[in-house]
Each structure stands twice: as C-alpha cells, then as structure tokens.
C-alpha cells in the first residue's frame, strides 16, 4: 500500500475515495433472477438442484431437524457456550433499552392521534456461512427479533459438511439462545427466494435481514422490489473500514484493525487516514509482518490492494475524508478522540480510542454488526430493534373534534380538487348540525 497525500481538487478526491467496482453486471443480476424464477416455479426440486450445484450437498433434507440441532449443540466446548452467552447478554441489553412506546396524544380538544408499534409476524434471517460461519450474525439479527417479539422467526444458513444439510454448532447454539428453532440448510440467492415466495417446505416471511456475498444482496434487491416478494434491511456492499489515526496511535493496533477488516474477503476496503507520516509508515510495516501470519492472509492481500493510506494536513481534514466516504466502521485513535467524535457525522458505527477495536461491535460489545455499507451511512442507520416492527397510527375525533376540525379538512379538500374528500366531512357536519337543532328544539 503507498501513502497518498490528500489532494486539493475535489475531482481528485472523489478518486482517491472511490471504492472497488462491486463485481456488478447484467451477468449476475440475470443470474440471479433465473435463480429466483426456478426456485418461484420449482420449489423444493430447485433448492436441492442448487444446493448440488453450489454447495455440493447431495439430497440436501432442506430443514435442520429439532434432534440433530441437539446434536450438534451437545458437541460444543463449555468455554465456546459461555463466549457465545456472554455476547449474547451484552446485545440483549443494549437492544432491550430501544424497546419503542407507543404514543397517543390530542392534537386538539376532540382530536385524539396514535402512533402504535407491532413486531412484524414473519422474519427470515441470513446468516452467511461457507468458509467463515458467523453465530455473532445470528445473535445480531435473532436477538432483536426476540425482544421484538416477532412471532415466527426463520433462519438460513448454507449447508455444511461432512453430513448433508448440517451447519456449524456456534450458529445453532446461538439461534437457541434467541429462540429459534426453524432452521434451513440453505445459501445463496435460492435462499433469498425461497424466504421471499416460499415452498412445500419453506413458508414465506415478511421481511428479510442479513449480510451475504453478491448473489444474497442482488436477489434481496429483486425480491424487494417485487411487490409479491419481501422487504428487507438495507442496502449494503463489500465490508469497509476507515480508520483515524494521530502520532499517539500505536501502530501495532491500526495495523491490526485494518487487517480485521481486510480478512472479510478480496472486496473489502480498508483505509487509514493519518496527518502523521511517521505513523503511516509504521503501519504499512506491521501490515506485512502480520498478513504474513494470518491464515486468511490472501484474502487479507487482495482487499489491501484496493485501500488506501491517505496522509492529510491535519485531524480537521482527516475529519473531512471520513464524512466524504461515509464509512461502515470509523475508528479514531487520536490525543483527543472525544473533541474530534463531534465532527464525525457519516459513519454507521464508531470505535472510540485504542482499546476498542472493531472486533469488540463485531461480536460482543453490545451494538449491532449489521450495518449499511458502500457510503449508504450518509442517510441509512445500523439494523436496531426498530427494524423487526411496523408502525401505524390510530385516530379518533369525538362529534366535537369533528365540528371543530371538520371546516379545516373541507377548505384543504376543496383547495385539492378532491370534492368527495370533502364530502366523507361535509355529510357529518349536517348530520351533527341536524343533531344540534333537534337538541334546540327539545330544549
């Protein structure tokens, strides 16, 4: 990696912080679309062809069963178990705090509005697996679903080996803790299809959540915008970090969360934004000697081919680039990390000062790992509790909210052109005039 000075044009800069070319083309995306319509219209014979194909499961039996869950779950260290339930118990309670409350109020004297909350009755979480299972997804996206209180709750996780159709104990574990039980064998875009338009076996949910390469975010994408298919969490792209760094940072540890970051895969992106080009130079020397150690070393490679060292003049303007590229991770290692968190603004999670890592909001912290991606923090916000319900409003006018706001809604009615709008008000105001000279005349 070569330190770049930042550059004054602001043409320049926007090519300095260009991300890899997500690996986008009409290929993928009718690839992806062929796979969606076969499983529509194949069902079940789709999901197992593909899971030959892909996965190399033959007869995959699609759902894990409740005994071989046990199973694999009786096979798990205790040390493992009690990591898993640590992590588990510090999501559950930074996420059990953001519980919503409904709210009602009167916007006038007769005039009552509600705004109510409803845990959404069907959720499909993808946990990816392949060569790196991740049982943190599972607790990020299932423990938010169980405090929600979502009524059912399905999990997809591709086929592992060395039996058909199994999956890593860690993910199995953690889906127990969080209450769910249904659980499928299945990967990739299949997988997304078969949660959006169901099959004999898989019954359809209402809204999608979870990371996955680029065939699991391009189907989310088509079946999200299929009004028959599902919702689903948010945008995302290749996992990114950009990190903040003064002459006080030790190098050893920039190092390292940037190689945190780059093991994810090839197409990750990491940054390092520095007005100190000692330190820039340290880093690029502990880059090497630790790539060189890690197993996912590769991978860790290609991914530091399409990052980035940025020297800049100063925090302010190290402050400036990471706003620009909106980060998914932002870590700050500086003198003064709290005065410089005040002109953070783009960033979907941030890691404050030298002994918190990314790694700590991946697994265990408390905070959601599920993040927008690709520059989408600018107007998009980590997956909360909020994102497992729907919201509505209830209203209520009395026969006095009605002749008191009843005139309002007929002059705004009539100013639109919408004459039977102003009818569904005009026709209850003659009735509780009507109403009123009868009373009169009792009277």
Known sequence: MQIQAWPAQQAAQQQLLARPLQQQSQQLTDAVRSIIQAVKTEGDVALRRFSAEFDRVADNPLRLSAERQQQ??????????????????????????QVPQDIEL????????????????????????????????????????????????????????????????????????CGISEIYTLGGAQAIAALAYGTDTIVPVDKIFGPGNRYVTEAKQQVSQDARGAAIDMPAGPSEVLVIADDSANPVFVAADLLSQAEHGPDSQVVLVSPSEALLDAVVVELERQTALLPRGAIAEKALANSRLILTKDLASAALVSNLYAPEHLIIQTRDDEQLLGSLTNAASIFVGPFTPESAGDYASGTNHVLPTYGYSRNHSSLSLADFYRRYTVQKLTAAGMRALGPTIVKLAKAEGLDAHANAVLFRLDVLKSQASQEDVSA
Do not use: W
């Open 72 to 97: 694999l779950i009786s096979g798990l260290s205790d040390e493992l178990k009690q990591a898993i339930e640590t992590a588990y118990g510090n999501i559950r309670r930074f996420h059990a705090a």
């Open 106 to 177: 009167d916007t006038q004297p007769g005039v009552t509005c509600q705004l109510k909350y409803q845990a959404i009755t069907s959720v499909g979480l993808y946990v990816p697996g392949g060569s790196a299972p991740l049982p943190s997804t599972v607790l990020m996206l299932g423990i938010p679903a169980q405090l929600a209180g979502c009524p059912r709750v399905v999990l997809v996780t591709p086929p592992g080996q060395p039996q058909a159709g199994d999956i890593a104990a860690e993910i199995v574990y953690a889906a127990s803790l």
